[in-house]
């Protein structure tokens, strides 16, 4: 499990919002950070990417998808599939931890080292070690709601920070 961070990610009405918290924790002891930014666009604002995991490995992998989104025009699906065979083939980078959460207008994915790119059958996702927390929350808001999805990822952290220790309320929220 990737602990200290929790990333969600929601799709409702043509809209994805993907959220972070801003918490860095070194080992199980120590707040280093409270306001890191784990969402980031990419391909001139047209995706939007969530990670968790090392820092310097997760900026790693963002950068060598950003490539991958050049290399195929913006093609959020293809560019993730190419890119999570790199990953899991390559010497070095399947040695990088993280997980990531893409999107672009038209979909979302969760992309791992071990080869898979997942699109949530409802356009929920959540990683990290509040992941979970907030995936249950995001999707109880998503089900008994009308919010948008920005305002469901903002909520969901907030009940995750409640709950997860390695989890703040300093919220990052970018939508696409």
Not at 95 to 105: E, R, S, T
Request: glycine share 8%; aromatic share 4%; hydrophobic share 45%.
């Amino acid at each position: 499990m990737i602990r200290s961070t929790t990333v969600v990610a929601v799709r409702r009405d043509g809209m994805t919002a993907i959220a972070a918290d801003g918490q860095v924790t070194l080992s199980e002891t120590t707040i280093l950070k409270h306001k890191a930014k784990k969402v980031r666009r990419l391909s001139s604002g047209k995706v939007v990417c969530g990670f968790a995991g090392s820092v310097a490995d997760a900026q790693a992998l963002q950068d060598k998808f950003e490539s991958k989104l050049e290399a195929f025009q913006g093609n959020l699906r293809r560019a993730a599939v190419e890119f999570a065979k790199e990953w899991r083939t390559d010497k070095i980078l399947r040695q990088l931890n993280a997980l990531m959460i893409v999107a672009d207008v038209e979909g979302l994915l969760l992309v791992s080292g071990d080869g898979n790119v997942i699109e949530p059958d409802d356009g929920v996702a959540g990683i990290g070690s509040g992941g979970p927390y907030a995936l249950a929350a995001a999707r109880a808001l998503l089900l008994h709601t009308d919010l948008n999805s920005e305002a469901i990822v903002r909520e969901a952290l907030r009940i995750a920070s409640e709950i997860c220790v390695f989890t703040n309320n300093e919220v990052t929220v970018e939508v696409v």
